[in-house]
């Protein structure tokens, strides 16, 4: 089975060709196709990922599958496909979730203009996705990773006859340049360095010899701290940190399974991929790690306060994703790259759930997005309600609820690290984070419907292609955490064990992690749960007793504080300002003067002097024979007088 | 033996001649007779320095002058003809189309 493994990035390929091309095909071909493609994808990841594990990782091997060599000048590059323990779990969650959100998605854009123009997008989107992850170097990655972009940036903008969502596209794919830049930067320097990119002919390198990498480079930086930090710049830009993380929310214009599958689950979680499957650099440049760890955590707060004041039910989910993907750079930038996986996948459950529970709503609303004409949808959409309560949840971080588990791995080991202040910010984002969940909740589903009649009338609970894969979802939300049980829990920390084979060897300072007593650890657990239970109670007391008025009034006792939690600390205007004004000014010069004064001029200048010289010379065209013999005869005299002279 | 000097001198005046008459005369005809008068002149000092360096080659370039210019005299008159016969004139200054 492993050796169809390049089959899997192949086939969707193939479905997004014959959706792009078969212009007349009935509806139902273009769905066998857009759903076949991913479903095959998916049934030989699984028989792969079956062979892989039973038979390759107990052996301690990884599967490389060389399909040609590639070269450049002096560099030879294998393009190549590699099924390690890392690429295995995310091969997992990218086909599973991925062909889940493909099924919704028949319903879901059933009556959408540019039906298979969608599936095209979206079966090109797995490509790239599964060539990102499945790459055994890093240009097989980056190549995927710029598919990934291009797809975001297709997907976003699917709704191309509104104003908005081809403007957010726009942004998307500008934004990401910034930290694709960088991501290059970092390749040209480990080109330079190794005279290759492929992880064989790096990581085991750098870890039998870490000298290689720890010298200084530029900047003040050793090398792998210089090759970090580009990476990591690539991360913040894929995996929306700050400050490069404006381009998510303002992605919620593509349709909603879009938004599931690509700024949830899959393709924003690459940069944290990209992080972990950097470890073994990483590990060597503790001020880049410290500097991931600040930023996630930063980004974890900042986008959950952020999503307390959110009114678009999307928008909240946005800035969830946001504060999500800190949570996991927090891990990865302390080192703890098993919670960093493990948070990626059960986060790709449990969001792409919440996604799709908010698409369905949306559905059901007839496209109405603002969470205040919403409200008692308990009763219309019971099965959307009960399997977004439990991706609430688990979100929350409630045991036994998958959320639970990766949240609290990440807090442990900021807690054993001894790291408090990451420690703090990370449990005040849970609770945060535990409030506007439920704030959603409340607005969402409880009160009294508050839309317009025809809204009410309209109501209904989504068809069976949308609400399977949310159940399906859902039983993944609650089960997904028991991969790694930790072990005061009484688990064997599965996951962590499987992952590491990946990992740097652990080098005596970095081990020796801060041994914590079972009595301290139980209190953090506890202390944990009881933040994320005090902020339901307290969203349960201000919207679920109240309502929207509950709301309000918090607003009226705090407005500073909501107009710019509201306004999103008007980081946008900010960018605004700094940035998108003057580069606009910038563009204007060089159009207005640069172009049309100074290239134009010049141009045109060259064209009347040319005019010029044909109007004045047209005069010594005469007609009459005697002039011409005359300018013969003179140029016959200057012609002997100069060779004369 | 006359020296060469005077057979020049005289193709000199004869082709100073030719040249004045070419850029001055109106009618074709004599545009015409004033340009054979150049070529002559031209054959003249050929056939001097021919003489003069006992050389033979420059009387056999005078030969193909002569072929040429007679030829030329044809194709010539040939076009004053079908001229007169659409303008009624061959006077050059008056046959002067080709302008801006």
Known sequence: MLE??????????????????????????TTAIGLGAPLASLVIALGCLWEFVTRLHPAGQAFRQVLYPWTAGDLNIDVAFRLDELSAVM?????????????????????????????????????????LVLGDNFLMMFVGWEGVGLCSYLLIGFYYDQAFPPFAGKKAFIVNRVGDFAFLVGMFALIERFGTLSYDGIFPVVEADPGLVTGPYVLGLTFAGFVTLCFFIGAMGKSAQIPLYVWLPDAMAGPTPVSALIHAATMVTAGVYMVVRSNV??????????????????????????????????????????????YMFMAAGLGAYTAAVFHLGTHAFFKALLFLGSGSVIHAMSGEQDMRSMGGL?????????????????????????????KDEILHAAA????????????????????????????????????????????????????????????????????????????????????????????????????????????????????????IFLAWTIYGKKGLEGGRTWAQRFPAAHRLLANKYYVDELYDRTIVRPLAALSRFFWKVVDTFVIDGAVNAGAFLTELTGDLGRFTTTGNVRNYALYFFLGVVLLFWWIAL | MVPVSWYLLLSALLFAIGTAGALTRRNGISVFLSIELMLNAANLSLVAFARQFDEHTGQVIV??????????????????????????????NRINLMRW
């Open chain 2, 63 to 92: 030969f193909f002058v002569m072929a040429v210019a007679a030829a030329e005299a044809a194709v010539g008159l040939a076009l004053f003809i079908a001229v007169y016969r659409q303008r009624r004139t061959i006077d050059i």
């Open chain 1, 378 to 406: 308990k009763k219309y959409l019971p099965v959307t309600f009960w399997t977004f309560v439990i991706g609430t949840v688990a979100i929350a971080g409630i045991p036994p609820f998958a959320g639970f588990f990766s």
């Open chain 1, 281 to 326: 650099l990483f590990q060597l440049a503790p001020g880049v790690s410290a500097l991931v760890a600040a930023v996630g955590a930063a980004t974890a707060l900042f986008a959950a306060t952020i999503g307390l004041a959110q009114t678009d039910i999307k928008k909240v989910l946005a800035y969830s994703t946001v504060s999500q993907l800190g």
């Open chain 1, 91 to 131: 091969l997992f969650v990218v086909t599973f979730v991925g062909f889940l959100i493909h099924v919704y998605s028949v319903g879901y854009m059933s009556h959408e203009h540019g039906y298979r123009r969608y599936f095209c997008y979206l079966n090109l989107f797995m490509a790239a996705m599964l060539m």
């Open chain 1, 416 to 535: 054993a690290d001894g790291k408090w202040l990451l420690w703090a910010v990370g449990l005040l984002t849970a609770g945060i984070t535990a409030f506007y969940m439920f704030r959603l909740v409340f607005m969402t589903f409880f009160g009294k419907f508050r839309g317009t009649h025809e809204q009410q009338h309209h109501l209904h609970e989504s068809p069976p292609s949308m609400t399977i894969p949310l159940i399906v979802l859902a039983i993944g939300s609650v089960l997904a955490g028991f991969v790694n049980v930790p072990e005061l829990l009484g688990g064997n920390e599965a996951l962590h064990h499987f992952l590491d084979p990946v990992y740097a060897q652990p080098r005596g300072a970095e081990a020796a992690h801060h041994e914590m007593s079972h009595g301290v650890e139980w209190a953090l657990v506890a202390l944990a749960v009881a933040v994320a239970l005090a902020g």
């Open chain 1, 4 to 29: 169809l493994l390049w089959l899997i990035p192949l086939l969707p390929l193939v479905g997004a060709a014959l959706n792009g091309l078969l212009a007349r095909a009935p509806k139902p071909v």
